[in-house]
């Protein structure tokens, strides 16, 4: 049974820093594309960034480039999310995801089938 967790979420203020991570059990997680992906009540859930299997090859949303980066430690099962000069408008529940595939980044939702329980991140100003 595949099962993510992301911890490291909490209230900063604006212009800090988080790095959120994603404990991953139940699949050969090497093999695997991983994403971030937020969610504020009453929109949509929104991709933030994803990386293919080896890490090789990273995609990351307009809003977040420069101040986000994506990582994976395929020998821990885990993927981490370094979130800097966060803005109020990162205030978000994050959710990581397993990618259907390892060979691509995917930035839709339609691809990834597995998600966690989510981690609040809010952003005071």
């Known amino acids: 049974q595949v099962r993510l967790v992301e911890s490291g979420g909490g209230l900063v203020q604006a212009g800090g820093s988080l790095r959120l991570s994603c404990a991953a059990s139940g699949l050969t997680f090497s093999d695997y594309a991983m994403g971030w992906f937020r969610q504020v009540p009453g929109r949509e859930r929104e991709f933030v960034a994803s990386l293919t299997w080896s890490g090789s090859a990273t995609r990351l949303a307009d809003s977040v480039k420069g101040r986000f980066a994506i990582s994976r430690d395929n020998a821990k099962n885990a993927l981490y999310l370094q979130m800097n000069d966060l803005k109020p408008e990162d205030t978000a529940v994050y959710y990581c995801?397993?990618?259907?595939?390892?060979?691509?980044?995917?930035?839709?939702?339609?691809?990834?089938?597995?998600w966690g329980q989510g981690t609040q991140v809010t952003v005071s100003s």
């Open positions: 995801a397993k990618g259907r595939a390892g060979w691509d980044a995917f930035v839709n939702l339609n691809d990834y089938a597995y």
